[in-house]
């Protein structure tokens, strides 16, 4: 018989119950009112985008990342594994509790991620630390990484869409730096999304990691000079 889940924590946020629940040693979800956003054994796209997003600085000396979304720190993880050791990485997470979450009980999934000495956490909306970095010259990135637990959907607003619309897009390029990438998760592909990058200055590919079951998207949009 398998073993029942245990919520071990939670908290209350704007959008819901937050729950984190354990089943044996390595086995964990994140829940919103009881909806799974992640599953530790179910991280292939995430793992895929993170590295995507960051495999062109393989080899560039003091990059920059910006990771939208800390989740189970998996992502995070993966672009840790693809960047140099001199590299910087910010996370823009809402919640505390989920940074809490990760330097925790979720701290062995990802080998501390959350605490890796490449990367600072700050508590705030990712579209208001792209619309900081947007109005800095000197606060760009070479990579922007959205994990987010909603991607970019059918019903998204076009132009006003605060991460996926039309605007939020020519921030995000304003805050790149010439060569860089725009990394985004969605559950299903999203070719209105796909169409506002290409026409927001950006060349798009998408991937579907992974075989069989429900296989989630992968967006990666090269900036165009």
Known sequence: MARPWVTIDAA????????????????????????????????RSEIVLGQRGCSHLRNRPAARVLVG????????????????????????????????????????????????????????????RVHAAANDEHDRFAAIIFDLYRGPHFRTDRQNDPLYGSRAIARVRQALTPDGVFAVWGENHDEGFA????????????????????RHVVFIARRRH
């Open 195 to 214: 169409r506002r990058l290409e026409a927001g200055g950006f060349a798009v590919t998408t991937e579907r990691p992974g075989r069989g079951g429900l």
């Open 69 to 128: 979304g800390l989740g189970m720190g998996c992502t995070l993880r993966a672009v840790l594994d693809t960047l140099p050791a001199d590299a910087e990485v910010v996370v823009a997470e809402l919640n505390p509790v989920v940074l809490a979450w990760c330097c925790g009980p979720l701290a062995g999934l990802t080998g501390g991620a959350a605490t890796d000495p490449r990367v600072s956490i700050e508590i705030v909306d990712v579209a208001e």
């Open 12 to 43: 209350a946020t704007s959008d819901g119950r937050l729950e984190l629940r354990r089943r044996g040693e390595r086995d964990f979800l994140i829940t919103l009112d009881g909806l799974v956003l992640m599953n530790s054994v179910a991280n």
